[in-house]
Each structure stands twice: as C-alpha cells, then as structure tokens.
C-alpha cells in the first residue's frame, strides 16, 4: 500500500526555496555595495567580509555546539552579514563588525530559533545595539570631498542646506557604505520586484508616510523651510530608501496580509519621522524593529476570518 506524506497547512508549494529568495536578495544588493566599496574605498570591502565572516560563522558554531543541522547553505545568514555592513561606516573599527554580527546571529537569531523565529530584523537589531553601545563610533562620518564633509545629507538638509540631486542619485557623500547611491538601490529594488520577492506596497507605504509625517511635523517646527529639496533629501540622504527596500520588507519581521503591510509600513514611516523631526537625523533602523515588535498584533488585527464563521452577535442568538 502507497503511503501518504501527511504535513498541516498551509499546503502550498513553490519553486521558491530560501536559498534562491536570499541569493536574489544577495544580487539585488550587489549594486549599492558595489558602489559603496569603489567610493568608500578597501575599508568598506574588509567592513563587510568581517562582517559576512561573522555571522556565518556564528551560526555554524552555534549549531555544531547545539548539534543542530548546519544552515549556513542557505544563505540567509549571509545576507543579514550585508546588511548590517550595509548600515555600518567605512571608518567603523574592525571589530565593530564582528561584534554586530555575533549579536545579530547569536542573539537575535539563533536563540529564538533560527530562521524564520526572530521577532526582529537581526541585522538592524545588531547596527541599534552598536549604536547605543559605542555611540561616538557609530557616529563617526566618513570623510568626503564634495562639499559635505563632516554630516550626512540629513544633518545638511536639518540645518537648512541645499543637497544637490545629482549628488543624492550617484551617492558621492557622506553616509553608510551602502546607503548613499540612491540609484544603485533602486536598481535592485526593480531587481527584486521584477523578481517578485517583495511587493512594492511596504516600501511605497514606508517612504510615502515618512514625507508626509516629516513634512507636517517639520511645519509644526517652523525651524526648517519645507521645499522640494529638503523632502527629497529626507529620501535619497540617509537610510530610508535602503531600510525600505532590504531591511523593512524581510518575510519573517513583516505582517503577511494585504492591509497589515500597509499600517505596519505607515508605522514605520511615523516612527522615522519622529525620531527624525525631534530626535537623530536618521531612525529607519529604529523605527524598523520597533515595527517589527508590533507586527503580530497588526496580523491578528489584519488576518482575514476563515469562511463560514459566526461573530459574536451570531453565536449570542
């Protein structure tokens, strides 16, 4: 007699695997950290290979000790390696990587279970950890020559300053070594969508509700003119555009229904400007995780009720 896999549902299958979704991920990020090694220079390229280094090597320690199946072929640790050298400084000390990424598999990751259990992006949970940990590190801007030489564009822009367009499409100023060529980031976010490994609502939704956020509240100020410029720069000049794409959107910290991906990308949107109108000129990263705390209440709120199903008013009768 035949027997039958039995396994509970969903049962859904898909050519899909981890390995493939990370590798598309791998790729889509390739140009804005290419970028970043040619203008930031070797640091930045030894930033994210200790960084890369780190978390999966941290992971496969973790589960040689635990005696756990080895996942590092899946490319996932790989990836939040990117990540977080993504929003680290090409000036940050050698170490600084390696501590964020031991934090980011050990802690976040894998003492919650590995993939798929982290109730927040490891990654951004690691940049956050350093920076309250070494914040005169973390805060260390790298050096430039086109006439933003000790602030990102954000701290340019809070101060009244015009960013030229050209410099916030092509990236050549001060930031995060992969955070700067809004072009670049573009590039993969089309590479992603084509791909169809995100939908474009989060980062729609998260970048939209962070220019009207930043806009009522910088109007509320009355410190900084609201011009065309400065919204533009609240895009392209800091992390919104990166954290949008890359770091807002992952599967396991984001809600899965249509309308909880909208009010989890308008959380993250007001979270940002918050943070960026009356606190640090940037607060992705932090807006980032602390929706990343709310999306299983979004989800329950959101989650569609199964078919054939009474309300309370139903089953009272």
């Known amino acids: 007699m035949k027997m039958l896999n039995v396994s509970i549902s ?41 960084s890369v280094a780190s978390c999966v090597l941290t992971e ?11 996942t590092i072929g899946d490319l996932s640790a790989v990836v939040t390696g990117l990540v977080l050298a993504m929003c680290l400084y090409s000036t940050a000390p050698w170490w600084i990587p ?18 798929g259990q982290n109730f927040m992006n490891p990654a951004l949970t690691a940049r956050c950890f350093l920076i309250l940990s070494f914040s005169r590190i973390m805060t260390d801007y790298p050096t430039v020559t086109d006439g933003i030489t000790s602030a990102t564009p954000l701290a340019a822009a809070a101060k009244g300053g015009f960013v ?5 499409l092509f990236g050549n100023h001060s930031g995060s070594i992969g955070e700067t060529s809004a072009l670049a980031i573009l590039i993969g976010a089309a590479y992603l969508i084509i791909r169809r490994v995100i939908s474009p609502r989060i980062p729609l939704y998260v970048i939209g509700s962070t220019i009207v956020f930043v806009a009522v509240f910088t109007l509320m100020k009355g410190e900084t003119p609201v011009t065309l410029n400065y919204l533009s720069v609240q895009i392209m000049g800091g992390g919104l555009l990166a954290g949008a794409v ?4 992952d599967y396991t910290t984001s809600p899965v229904t249509k309308w909880g991906r ?6 993250v949107g007001l979270i940002t400007a918050v943070i ?38 139903a089953e009272k009768k």
């Open 98 to 115: 390696i501590v964020g990424g031991v934090f980011a598999i050990l802690v976040v990751k894998m003492l919650f279970g590995g993939i």
């Open 262 to 267: 909208t009010i989890y990308g308008i959380a």
């Open 246 to 249: 890359f770091m807002a959107t």
């Open 60 to 70: 496969f320690v973790y589960e040689k000790i635990m005696k756990l199946p080895v």
């Open 10 to 50: 969903p049962h859904v299958r898909s050519s899909k695997t981890t390995t493939k979704i990370m590798l598309d991920v791998i790729i889509a990020m390739s140009p804005a950290m290419i970028f970043g090694y040619i203008y930031f220079g070797w640091r930045a390229l030894l930033i994210s290979v200790l």
């Open 276 to 313: 960026r109108c009356f606190g640090s000129p940037e607060g992705i990263s932090f807006a980032i995780i602390m929706a990343n705390l709310l999306t299983p209440m979004i989800e329950k709120l959101t989650y569609p009720k199964p078919l054939g199903t009474y309300g309370k008013k």
């Open 164 to 168: 030229s367009y050209t410099t916030l």
